[in-house]
């Protein structure tokens, strides 16, 4: 019995050294592995809290896209209650959350946004196709690639075509065990909308531009009609290119599937916020996407005030209801703008839940 005794004191003992030492390599290990990732970063614009740093990706057609990616990070030290990884439109940028960003940090909400490529911050690459699963292999790497994440807490929010990969993003299996809500502004629903009509000249013109003999012509015709005809700001001839691109790869049977795991998952709190006067995206075709959601609430605003239409959205989270749609009747395509007092608002009660 004695010896036995020993015996298991020994097995203790090696034990704990194990531990000791696993405890002795590990942490350094971590340490310089989180130097090198962290050294991977470059400030590119500190005033605007943009960083650049190199992301690989497969493109539709499975080949290695290596890019330079310039991101907003607001909280790049660490230090949030918790992460909300915003996708922006097309055309669009970082600047699509601009209005709600500031006030946002100043809570503690870390926004972590991607620039998308060709679309005037982060380069492109004729190899892109601009299919969703591309993309959201891009915005995954991006946000693989973003250090010193202290939250487990991880919200998505798009805007216009950001919105379906923002919806495809949160129910991946790589990230939805760390998902806690999602925010859909003004985006795309089960079928067509007008924004993306009469389907045939985008093909013709992606076509035209597809021989680039035309592009000295094309370009500088695409550039005033997106800043222009449709208000939609793009830097360049290029950018419009790329915008105009993503409008012919909306993978809106791939929407649904989504949605389902959404109501299968009662830790995930969704937000989805469209326009009854967008110009782009017809409410019809954003309520039968809102239809679709289970444990939901329809709300209604018409009125430039948001404190009652806050207080009702809260008031329908607190109450258990899943999903709230709301119905800006008289707001146009850009509720992240005009509305960006009540998104704060709500996304700061969703985080405290």
């Not at 299996?173 to 000249?201: S, T």
Request: with cysteine; charged share 25%.
């Amino acid at each position: 019995q004695g010896f036995w005794r020993k015996e298991v004191a020994v097995e203790r003992m090696i034990s704990l050294s194990r531990k000791r030492l696993h405890h002795l390599i590990a942490v350094p290990l971590r340490q310089i592995f989180y130097r090198r990732y962290a050294s991977r970063r470059s400030i590119f614009d500190s005033e605007n809290g943009l960083y650049s740093v190199p992301v690989r990706f497969k493109n539709g057609k499975g080949d290695i896209i290596a890019l330079d990616v310039v991101y907003q990070d607001t909280m790049p030290e660490g230090g949030e209650k918790a992460v909300l990884f915003g996708i922006h439109g097309s055309p669009g940028s970082h600047a699509d959350f601009k209005y709600l960003a500031p006030e946002l940090k100043r809570n503690g909400v870390r926004m972590v946004v991607p620039n998308f490529p060709g679309q005037g911050y982060t380069p492109g690459d004729r190899r892109l196709s601009f299919e969703n699963d591309e993309r959201n292999e891009f915005a995954q790497a991006v946000l693989d690639s973003v250090d010193n994440f202290e939250s487990p807490r991880l919200y998505f929010i798009g805007h216009s075509r950001g919105g379906e990969n923002a919806l495809q993003m949160a129910t991946s299996p790589l990230n939805i065990k760390n998902v806690h809500g999602v925010i859909m502004l003004n985006a795309a629903g089960l079928r067509i909308h007008r924004g993306i009509e009469p389907f045939w000249k985008i093909s013709i013109t992606l076509r035209l531009l597809d021989l680039r003999v035309l592009n000295f012509f094309l370009h500088p015709f695409l550039y005033i009609v997106y800043n222009y005809a449709l208000g939609l700001r793009v830097p360049s001839g290029s950018a419009a290119e790329a915008a105009l691109r993503s409008m012919r790869t909306f993978a809106l049977s791939r929407i649904m599937p989504c949605l389902d795991a959404i109501n299968q998952n009662n830790q995930v709190r969704f937000l989805h916020a469209y326009s009854g006067s967008d110009f782009l995206i017809e409410a019809e075709v954003s309520k039968e996407l809102a239809s679709k959601l289970e444990r939901r609430i329809e709300l209604e605003c018409s009125v430039p005030d948001s404190e009652e239409i806050t207080r009702a959205t809260i008031r329908a989270f607190s109450r258990g209801y899943q999903t709230v749609s709301v119905n800006f009747v008289k707001e146009g395509h850009f509720l992240q703008k005009f509305r960006a007092k009540y998104l704060v608002d709500v996304i700061l009660t969703l985080i405290r839940m």
